[in-house]
């Protein structure tokens, strides 16, 4: 009897291990629920300090400007954002793991100095593809978001032999912060099927790569068991109609403890898309929003953000070597002899004073937070 009952305990012990090792499950509807419950309403930006025209040129050590990250995540503080969507690549990891994971660290302290949870970004498939380590090139003239760079890169992308490194850094990175309170939670893959920078010709293969890595993306880091929701946004199509999304979206919908989506559409269309989400009866995000020329405002849809408590993520804070305050069609006429009627992204000039007073008021107004204009 007692052989029999060791061998009933040590199997059960084995298949908590197993268990263990798989990480956790995706949440429960009700999981994601309780937990917005206990945030506060999100609104912040995807930053990226002035100084630094891509994800790597913001972390290298070489580049890495604590000070410009502390004074320009206090003007988000000052005017009420509470969070900021933050972008990695997976090459900091295979450079220098632990000099990353410091240097993300002192970001992280930065930000909660401010009171600011960012969300992390751990791949993105978005504008140039062939990222490399090192000195980056100066902003092109005239061009929007002229260095910004895939994680990870084409090459790396298509290599089956890479996919062990990718999965380290995604394991590496989320294992470190795992139950870090200063996180507010993993956007695993940007974009994942956007063509970025790839020809035409390139874009099946690649996504049919991709459709391959989210979920063990997703997989890889439910493994280190993170206290924070994972997600990845939905950006274009059809949501509401299972036999109308693409593959890329349902594994997306799938696979997101809470449901994010980028708009820059018009108002109207802004709150057509939370309605497409909502059935699913979780937490929306919307990660990517505001650009001005297209219809996309502080003014046409923060509010509707807080009427349906959605999480509202702007892109750019303060205008710098990204050159998003050009608008997208400078990638076919560059704004070198003229500039553009409008901005289209950022929201403070880089003396510090905002684009236009009225937005910082606004997001003032609507958040109950910040600091008064001086």
């Not at 403890?257 to 995000?285: M, T």
């Not at 006429?333 to 236009?356: G, K, N, S």
Request: hydrophobic share 40%; proline share 7%; net charge negative.
């Amino acid at each position: 009897m007692k052989l029999k009952f060791a061998l009933v305990l040590s199997l059960a012990m084995l298949e908590t291990v197993a268990v263990l090792g798989q990480g956790r499950p995706r949440w429960t509807e009700k999981q994601a629920n309780d937990w917005y419950a206990k945030q506060p309403w999100l609104v912040g930006a995807n930053f990226i300090p002035s100084d630094a025209i891509n994800e790597l040129e913001m972390f290298q050590a070489a580049t890495f400007n604590p000070a410009l990250n502390d004074k320009e995540l206090g003007l988000g503080e000052s005017i009420g954002m509470n969070t900021m969507r933050v972008f990695l690549q997976d090459q900091l990891w295979q450079q220098d793991p632990e000099g990353f994971k410091k240097r993300l660290d002192i970001f992280l302290s930065i930000a909660a100095k401010h009171h600011i949870r960012p969300l992390l970004v751990l791949f993105d498939s978005c504008w140039e593809t062939d990222p490399h380590l090192g000195p980056q090139h100066p902003p092109i003239p005239g061009i929007h978001n002229s260095g910004w760079v895939q994680s990870p890169g084409k090459r790396e992308l298509l290599d089956r032999s890479y996919e062990p490194k990718l999965k380290a850094y995604v394991q590496g990175v989320v294992g470190a912060f795992a139950n870090d309170d200063r996180i507010l939670g993993w956007d695993v893959w940007n974009e994942p099927d956007n063509q970025g920078g790839d020809v035409e010709a390139d874009v099946p293969a690649k996504v049919k790569r991709v459709d391959e890595l989210l979920p063990k993306a997703f997989a890889w880091a439910r493994e280190e068991n993170p206290s924070q929701p994972l997600t990845s946004g939905v950006w274009t199509g059809n949501w509401s109609d299972p036999a109308k999304e693409s593959a890329t979206t349902k594994i997306q919908l799938a696979e997101s403890d809470v449901l994010s989506f980028h708009n820059y559409g018009w108002p109207e269309e802004f709150e057509a898309r939370i309605k497409e989400l909502q059935p699913r009866h979780r937490p929306i995000l919307c990660t990517e929003y505001m650009a001005r020329g297209a219809g996309s405002t502080f003014d046409g849809s923060l509010p509707i953000a807080k009427k349906y408590n959605v999480a509202a993520i702007n892109w750019g804070l303060v205008a710098g070597k990204t050159q998003t305050y050009l608008p997208w069609d400078s990638w076919k006429r560059p704004y070198v002899l003229i500039q553009p009627t409008v901005w289209f992204h950022e929201v403070f000039r880089q003396d510090d004073t905002p684009y236009r007073q009225h937005e910082v008021d606004l997001i003032r107004q609507l958040t109950g937070r910040g600091t008064p204009a001086k």
